[in-house]
């Protein structure tokens, strides 16, 4: 996914020797990655409170005598946390899944001059490097991120899609797949939900941009002083993260409190972006997250997000939900949508917040 060119203050910076020295184990955490004020920024639940983020199954979603109040429940989430879980019952192959960890955690571990082959590149957004570096400080996230362009084909960048592994391209290829069809299932009964049809919605992601994102957390023995990745909501459609191990790192905010998510063995964490978020003219909402450094282990995820939408190429509330009702978003054409996110994200703002009528 390529920045804007008029966006001049994003940037994802390559990862350095000397970032690799950091993560590596040193006890002197260098100032460029240093964000106390803004780690210790919201108070964090404790893990005594009870909470516990909505779990969806896809097997009740399917079955008749279930379906109307798992999809209830789905709606639910959507609108109160923007997050839930997707447990094992969510049909996609378990040896894609396998695969796509399996080549995760191999990349990660490749010598740096390695992983550098396929880097970020000038102004691009796609390739291995550091999240995004905000204009007012530059500093940097504690974390080794690859993104790349999957859907549709012909807007793949291949010189950046990793040929080491060897079955790297496989797994991604793969995986890619599986995951539309699940996020076309899945808007299918938000539709339901919603009490549109399920082409208006399904049809406004169909044959639009979708990027995957790799991302490892080395351990850090400071976790109070550095950010993961920074606080902020997906800026596009709907995000379906697959953690490749147990360790936990992922924070919610709600009513100005950080939840902490923990991993659950099989499940996908999904949740609304941005423009799922207009489309649905504020019923589900996007919520601002973040991920803390663990202190002794790495966290490695896989991430389907930027997945584009648009309604006749407009950002805009579906017109199935304005029927007896305003708009509480202005509609913007897709490509003036994408600049203002890019420069919202780096100027560490929400861009959707200048869209509430």
Request: aromatic share 8%.
């Amino acid at each position: 996914m390529e920045a804007p060119t008029s966006v001049k203050l994003l940037k994802r910076p390559e990862i350095t020797d000397a970032a690799v020295s950091a993560f590596a184990g040193c006890t002197q955490i260098p100032e460029k990655y240093i964000r106390t004020e803004e780690v210790l920024g919201g108070v964090v639940v404790s893990k005594d409170e009870s909470y516990e983020l909505p779990v969806i199954d896809m097997a009740r979603l399917l079955d008749p005598k279930s379906s109307a109040s798992e999809i209830e429940k789905l709606g639910a989430a959507c609108r109160n946390w923007g997050f839930f879980r997707f447990l094992t019952n969510h049909g996609i192959d378990e040896a894609a899944i396998e695969q796509m960890k399996d080549n995760t955690v191999q990349f990660f571990r490749l010598p740096l001059e390695i992983k550098k082959t396929v880097g970020v590149q000038g102004n691009g957004f796609e390739g291995f490097g550091h999240h995004v570096s905000g204009a007012s400080d530059n500093k940097l996230d504690w974390a080794e991120c690859m993104i790349l362009t999957t859907q549709p084909d012909d807007l793949r960048n291949m010189e950046l899609w990793p040929t080491n592994p060897p079955t790297f391209r496989h797994a991604l290829e793969t995986y890619s797949v599986e995951m539309t069809n699940l996020a076309t299932r899945l808007l299918g009964f938000m539709a339901t939900d919603l009490g549109v049809e399920e082409e208006e919605l399904q049809g406004a992601f169909r044959g639009k941009g979708q990027s995957m994102g790799i991302h490892y957390y080395p351990p850090c023995p400071h976790p109070e002083k550095v950010l993961g990745i920074m606080p902020h909501t997906d800026g596009l459609g709907l995000t379906l993260l697959l953690h490749v191990d147990d360790t936990p790192g992922l924070q919610i905010r709600k009513h100005g409190s950080w939840f902490p998510m923990q991993p659950v063995p099989g499940a996908f964490v999904v949740n609304v972006g941005d423009i799922l978020d207009v489309l649905t003219n504020g019923a589900y909402r996007s919520v601002e997250h973040r991920v803390i450094p663990d202190v002794e282990r790495g966290r490695t995820t896989v991430v389907m997000m930027f997945q584009a939408a648009s309604v006749g190429g407009m950002v805009a509330p579906l017109p199935g939900l304005l029927k007896g009702g305003e708009a509480r978003y202005k509609s913007i054409e897709f490509d003036e949508y994408n600049k203002g996110s890019f420069r919202a994200l780096a100027d560490g703002t929400q861009f959707i917040e200048s869209l509430k009528i």
